[in-house]
């Protein structure tokens, strides 16, 4: 069966810090893979989604990068926060031809 | 489509009532539609899917009915328990996209 991983959990980091949110899926080839962020009380924003490895969309300028090394492993970076950054990040993927996502647990990041 | 700065909409209801939340969308090439459920500090969790060539869906308790004609899809939750309390997402899938279209998300709290 397929599953995704998303750590950590929570992480608080200061302004100006470096950011690395890693997500994997198991059980499954050549994933759609994406990063959302959602503030508290808010709704999903996409930032960015991948249909293969090396393959970046961008779906709103920012101060975060992501990248996709390995098939099933998709990365969200910063190299220097801002406290606009803090909210809760999520990961989802979904197999090539097929609609609905699967998401990761969340992680909740605090920039202070 | 995405709704990221706004607050959601709440939704109040008595246990054991059935609720309904609605959802709206405008785009006719969409083929596929969810709902999410997410529970505070999750992230979100399928709950029931339809294909644009149905009009009703029936899952546990819940019922997805969508109306082409003037765009519109509604989740029903029937008798109502303190467990559906969450953050519902309505979401698309626009043919020939990649990524799925989330709409605001409805609060709903559960009254004992």
């Known amino acids: 069966s397929q599953t995704i991983h998303q750590w950590p959990a929570t992480l608080v980091q200061p302004v100006g810090s470096p950011l690395s949110l890693e997500c994997t899926v198991e059980?499954?080839?050549?994933?759609?893979l994406y990063w959302y962020r959602q503030a508290a009380g808010r709704g999903l924003q996409l930032l960015f989604y991948?249909?293969?490895?090396?393959?970046i969309s961008s779906e709103v300028p920012q101060n975060l990068s992501a990248s996709r090394p390995q098939d099933r492993q998709f990365i969200l970076s910063s190299k220097k926060l801002l406290l606009s950054d803090s909210g809760f990040y999520l990961c989802?993927?979904?197999?090539?031809?097929?609609?609905?996502?699967?998401f990761g647990s969340g992680t909740r990041l605090t920039v202070v | 489509g995405e709704s990221v700065g706004l607050h959601l909409p709440t939704l109040s209801v008595q246990e054991g009532d059935n609720s309904i939340i609605n959802c709206a969308y405008s785009?006719?090439?969409?083929?596929?539609f969810i709902w999410y459920k997410q529970e505070s500090g999750k992230g979100p969790q399928f709950i029931i899917d339809i294909r644009s060539n149905m009009d009703k869906r029936q899952g546990q308790r819940v019922t997805v009915l969508l109306n082409k004609t003037v765009k519109h899809l509604s989740l029903q939750i029937a008798a109502t328990q303190p467990g559906d309390s969450a953050v519902y997402f309505c979401?698309?899938?626009?043919?020939?996209?990649?990524?799925?279209?989330f709409g605001a998300g409805t609060t709903v709290t559960v009254r004992a």
């Open positions: 785009n006719s090439a969409s083929d596929y």
């Open positions: 979401a698309e899938n626009i043919q020939g996209d990649y990524k799925l279209s």
């Open positions: 989802a993927w979904r197999s090539a031809g097929h609609y609905g996502y699967t």
């Open positions: 059980g499954t080839s050549n994933p759609n």
């Open positions: 991948s249909v293969g490895i090396g393959q």
